[in-house]
């Protein structure tokens, strides 16, 4: 049996899209009756929805033996999971944004940026040789530069929206995101035929 921890919230729906034209029960997935647990019809998989980083301390802790979870909560997360295919879906970027008149990458001097990332942000401007103070917002952080509690912010956008509506522009489009499947290195090596069977099975629908 291989036991599949799933992130809830936005990408739960379109990881049981995957999954039911996979061949699978993913529609159980979406069900009203929130059981930590969901048994796929067939037997052999069961599913456990979690909030995104428990998704990779129940795979890197071998309670779970792969994981589906955004790229943002890898990035931010490091582990010793295997990365094994992306699934194109949920897919949206992590950006660097501020007031139009901040211009970032020309002031001098230091830094504050507000970000709900302060792992992956803090490597970012490391890798840019940038004196930065990271500070950790975990509500809207759009406001942050609006109130001036920051020069600027590295948040996910999707389509722009949010950041338009608040007059905020963005500077840098850091990297793409999206939802990923993440397998423990030891469950790998002792489920390799189930776990490449599923995921061969789910390969036509997501072109992984």
Not at 157 to 167: C, D, M, P, V
Not at 185 to 203: P, S, T
């Amino acid at each position: 049996m291989i036991h599949i921890a799933i992130t809830k919230g936005r990408l739960e729906k379109e990881i049981a899209n995957i999954l039911t034209e996979g061949g699978y029960t993913g529609d159980r997935l979406l069900s009203k009756d929130r059981s930590l647990i969901i048994h796929d019809g067939n037997e052999e998989i069961t599913y456990y929805p979690a909030k995104s980083k428990d998704v990779i301390t129940y795979v890197e802790y071998g309670a779970c033996d792969m994981g589906f979870v955004g790229k943002d909560t890898i990035l931010e997360n490091p582990s010793e999971c295997y990365e094994l295919a992306d699934l194109k879906v949920g897919i949206c970027s992590f950006v660097l944004a501020s007031l139009p008149e901040k211009e970032i990458f020309n002031k001098t001097g230091h830094l504050r940026i507000g970000t709900k990332y302060p792992y992956f942000s803090k490597k970012y401007f490391e890798e840019k040789g940038m004196d930065v103070e990271i500070i950790k917002i975990d509500g809207s952080v759009e406001l942050s530069p609006i109130l001036g509690l920051c020069d600027g912010i590295v948040d996910i956008a999707q389509t722009g929206r949010t950041l338009k509506e608040n007059g905020l522009v963005v500077f840098d489009k850091i990297c793409e995101l999206s939802a990923r499947v993440i397998v423990n290195k030891a469950a790998f090596r002792f489920k390799n035929r189930e776990i490449r069977e599923f995921l061969n099975n789910i390969k036509a629908v997501s072109e992984v």
